[in-house]
């Protein structure tokens, strides 16, 4: 899967659900001031269906974790009856292989990181306000 290839309409999806989270505020700020505004968890397919309609000839998806301002706990009954009700709100990415999502998974991480860098850089103020000096 090569790295400049066009985005996917799902993998937009899910870059588009990050970047909302860092528009609306609602990014998890960590304990070490990073900021976290996608978790991600993998999901298969319904039974494996590799003809399933949603999500045709896939194997393995990408789907957040981190949900309005919540870290979800999947191994939870509440945890995974929320997991599975934000899946059906959405179509997220699908890849035929563990190797063909884990690839992705890089890519769509790199922009994200990306984003948060530039997300950061525009909250600091400039180093001529800090200093008081002004234009």
Do not use: C, W
């Amino acid at each position: 899967m090569p790295k400049d290839r066009p985005l996917t309409k799902r993998e937009q999806n899910l870059i588009n659900y990050h970047r909302s989270m860092l528009k609306s505020g609602k990014y998890l700020t960590n304990d070490d001031g990073s900021i976290t505004t996608f978790r991600g968890q993998r999901f298969d397919t319904p039974d494996g269906d590799t003809s399933n309609e949603k999500y045709p000839y896939a194997r393995v998806g990408l789907a957040p974790t981190y949900v309005n301002g919540q870290v979800l706990d999947t191994r939870t009954p509440k945890g995974q009856q929320l997991f599975n009700k934000n899946l059906s709100r959405i179509e997220y990415p699908t890849y035929k292989t563990d190797v063909e999502g884990d690839m992705a998974e890089e890519r769509l991480h790199g922009i994200m990181e990306d984003d948060i860098k530039r997300f950061e850089q525009a909250r600091r103020p400039k180093m001529s306000k800090l200093m008081g000096i002004k234009k």
